[in-house]
């Protein structure tokens, strides 16, 4: 029985026009591995390998009536686009040679030779428009058992495309269970001093995708045992944090998991550097590690007042402290106010621009959080009068 993404409108429509031009069409990576394991599945997630040339494949679908991108022709990629949602269509293809990162590639029309160049077993399964699925490499059983395993040689593969090593561990991270198999793993141990070699964009996108998988923290473990880390990340603070973390999240969050694996004396900037982070980014780990901002369990919307609502719920996610469930609930049930006056209020009274107004301002704005914010406007005029007169008698 094939699953609904088979034959909702857009993919039919798409193979139907691949089928009008004679091109043969499997689908292939996650949509089948998600399909064979019974997990949901994202409109991005399909993609599509085909038996013929990438122009050959503009063609059909033009024919059609579908618009087409040549999103990477050299590599044999073209990506369609039917009622708004995008496919990516790839041509089968062999590695005529590889520089052990990018790949000059001829295309074929033979699935096994096709297969023969992918990375793990069970991404070398192909399922037919009916729903019948080609597997070269008993893929099926390895995903079925949790198993992650290099087609062939693995230090073949790893030759070819030194990303893999880092592809192993995120593989097994959404796919895989423990034990690692022991042949893939050693490999990559072996040669985990070639990652350093990589770009940082490209590390930070495997980190990133590894952190947000269920078996995150299993292979952040095998990841340091393996030494592949030693280079990305040497502040790996272990992941017992991560861990905790991962059963208090509702939904992933990989820079917050970060931030969980790290020590609170880390380097926020230098780490961004590293792995390419955005400013932002870099700027939110900082935070999320600082000590100053841990969250007050006897006062938490002061808390939530200081910290801000997305920084206070990454800082009890993170630390968990008292009851955390509750000071969730505070987050997304009390909006933070905003101070009822401002330096103009000081002016107004006689006082001079300068420090000593920002002094007055944060004394009352002490007192107004101490009294849980209920004071108003002319309460808070008030106190600060009263602040003003006590410093010039």
Known sequence: MTPRWMNEAPVRTLLGALAQGGIVARFVGGCVRDWVLGRPIADIDIDIAVDKPPEAVMKALEAAGIKVVPTGLKHGTVTAIVKSRPFEITTLRRDVETDGRRAVVAFTDDWRTDAERRDFTFNALYAEPDGTIHDYFDGRTDLLAGRVRFIGDPEQRIAEDR?????????????????????????????????????????????????????????????????????????????????????????PDPLRRLAAVLPTEADATAIGKRLKLSTQESVRLQLMLDPANAV??????????????????????????????????????????????????????????????????????????????????????????????????
């Open 163 to 251: 990303l893999r090593v880092l592809r192993f561990f995120r593989f097994h991270a959404r796919y895989g269970r423990p034990p690692f198999d022991g042949p893939s793993f050693d490999a990559c141990r072996r040669n985990a001093a070639t990652v350093s070699g990589l770009s940082g964009e490209r590390v930070r996108k495997e980190l990133f995708r590894t952190l947000d998988a269920t078996g995150a923290a299993d292979a952040f473990d095998a990841m340091l045992e393996a030494g592949v880390l030693d280079h990305w990340l040497p502040e790996y603070a272990g992941s017992a944090k991560l861990r905790a973390l991962a059963a208090r999240e509702e939904t």
């Open 296 to 393: 007050e369990t006897a006062n938490l919307r002061a808390s939530l007042y200081r910290l801000g609502t997305k920084l206070f719920i990454d800082r009890v996610l993170l630390d968990a402290p008292g009851d955390w469930r509750a000071a969730l609930a505070l987050a997304g049930a009390w909006t933070p106010p905003e101070l009822p006056i401002g330096g103009n209020d000081a002016l107004a009274l006689g006082l001079k621009p300068g420090p000593k107004v920002g002094a007055l301002i944060e004394a009352v704005e002490r007192w107004w959080i101490a009294g849980d914010f209920s004071a108003g406007r002319d309460a808070c005029l008030a106190e600060l009068k009263r602040l003003v007169d006590a410093e010039t008698s």
